[in-house]
DNA sequence: ACAAGGAAGTAACGCGCGTTATTAAAGCGC
DNA sequence: GCGCTTTAATAACGCGCGTTACTTCCTTGT
């Protein structure tokens, strides 16, 4: 910076002066010049650190997931990523992998990067409950929540995206709708249930426990399930499914496949998570719910860009719509 | 640091030789014990950036990828991570998007931030030509080569890949193999070809050209070039095949199935690239080999670090095995 | 007794930058 | 010509730390 201050015939000030474009600096505009020109000819480049250093604010945000890998993760960063980067803030990431003790050497390290703000996402919907140091700094939980209410979340509205999944069912005609649930106690299913069961109540019908069964979330699990659900007399049988997730779906396809019915014609399914592999590529493509990761995590980083400027939260807990995305199962 | 100098009564000197282990500085234990205390009372943590500054050392490296989504980033992430954080290195991880400007921008970021190393991966084996002010920093290539072949590069290597899983199914008595293969044109295909062809002469067997088709990597294109396979008569008809990647092999299996035919009794199956959410979840479960993306970023940072550290690389161009993942489609 | 040498610890500079207070020059009204 | 304001620019300090050169005190050997 002194080069290029020398070089433009300024003083270093004047030279941060532009560089920042300092409101309140009078620099005329041929001396602007002479100092960009200097710039590009020694291809100065500012020093990220030392500006944080200097400026006291460090530009970092972190972010910790459970697992880097797997779809869920790579799209709450997409998500955050690009939000951060434009802002000109940056992500540390890191990945606790489920282990306490990595965790927490990640908080650490993160904490003496300076971020400004902490993002915590987990892999599925859940309680769950920080080491206290993170209280040191603005945190966001992404698609988990603090059984104490007291950190701010951003969530996915399960019970809109299970009304929504049911409505396109009904909307197509069915009127036996079956449900395969994952673990009846997440809250994913809980939501999930309860936004089928208004949609049904909306279209005039009482929802049917019998036509409830839990899946497991494993692709077996669905399998066994839409079997039972099938193979009752034509009168019980429900027309169509609505699965608890996409690896679910795909064993409830076998189960329909295998009795010779045809989907969409006979059978209709709906799934859920938007597995990309999976949906898309199952034979016929599978219609599902996109749980909104990436919506999540842009949304992450504008709150927690708010409170590192010290603005107040107009929500504390926000949910995000999953949208439907037609394939040709419905 | 220096609220803990005053409350260990040392001097910020003594305090940073004991933070840094300083080689050559005698501290008494009493002394050290001391000032460990003092960290520990006031909650100190030193700052990351302000050392980078002194000691003119970032401890960043710089990870770019087309895409952040998709499992094979998330993988090459995973691994170069998990390497990075052990050695007390950070990674400042940027999305091209397929965007020059983009791409140029997070360079430029990268640069800033004074990254003492560079990792760039593509999502798919091939060339790539990178921004010239690449070659400001150490650079290596991950999953894709410089035409110029200037840069040092990390590769699966596809030949043995090829071989391994013909040989899987040369070994189960399979005789007459079928290739399902990418685009014929990528360096995948071709190295995949040769490990299959020389599989082939190994056991005595000559390749027959008419058993390779090009499946064009989708489900659709396999699906296509299996029935082509499967319709010919007996004497004719491949009793395995290999497919270019899983979700070839999503739509051999349809064919096959479509045929009445059982997997692996009557048609053996193997694939290529492992999509978990693929290969664990189709039925049967698909044995497939594995991209090991991420032992190619673990790689990836340990070739930056000797860079970093100013060693010669003694491989310019690293080939890394793909394992085979034996499930039950043969 | 004294020099030599090691142990324990410190003052002071610099890393690259943002920022505040201050100065010097220029413009303006009378 | 003199005061006054605006414009243009700078010297100097501090951010939190690593590091070098230097000082002081204590042993040890002869």
């Known amino acids: 910076m002194s080069d290029v201050a020398r070089h433009a015939g300024v003083s270093r000030t004047t030279v941060s002066f532009v560089l920042n474009d300092k409101p309140g600096a009078a620099i005329p505009d041929e001396t602007r010049r002479r100092i960009l020109e200097a710039i590009d000819e020694l291809g100065y480049r500012p020093n990220a650190g030392a500006r944080a250093l200097a400026a006291n604010r460090s530009g970092w945000f972190g972010l910790i997931t459970e697992i880097v890998t797997g779809p869920f993760a790579a799209e709450v960063i997409t998500g955050a990523q690009s939000r951060a980067w434009g802002d000109r803030r940056f992500l540390l990431i890191a990945a606790s992998e489920g282990d306490p003790a990595q965790e927490a050497a990640a908080l650490d390290q993160m904490l003496e990067h300076r971020v400004e703000g902490l993002l915590y996402a987990t892999t599925w919907h859940r309680a769950v409950t920080l080491p206290k140091v993170a209280r040191e700094v603005p945190t966001v939980l992404v698609n988990c929540y603090d059984a104490e209410g007291e950190l701010p979340c951003i969530l ?43 949609a049904l109540r909306e279209a005039g019908i009482t929802p049917d426990p019998s036509l409830v069964l839990p899946g497991w979330a494993t692709a077996d699990g669905a399998y066994t399930a839409a079997c039972e659900l099938l193979d009752r007399p034509a009168a019980d049988r429900p027309t169509a499914l609505f699965c608890g997730n996409d690896r679910m779906a795909m064993g409830a396809y076998d189960a329909i496949k295998e009795r010779g019915l045809r989907i969409p ?12 592999l999976i949906a898309a590529y199952l034979r016929p493509k599978l219609t599902t719910l996109a749980l909104p990761f990436e919506a999540m995590g842009t949304k992450g980083v504008d709150m927690l860009a708010a409170l590192a400027a010290g603005q107040p939260l107009d929500t504390h807990r926000v949910t995000i719509d999953c949208p439907l995305l037609e394939r040709s199962s419905v």
């Open 156 to 198: 996915p509205d399960e019970e809109s995206g299970g009304h929504r999944a049911t409505r396109r069912l009904l909307d197509a005609g069915h009127t036996r709708i079956g449900l395969i649930n994952l673990d009846p106690a997440i809250p994913a299913a809980i939501g999930r249930r309860e936004g089928y069961e208004r």
């Open 265 to 276: 014609h006979d059978v209709a399914v709906v799934g859920f998570d938007n597995q990309e």
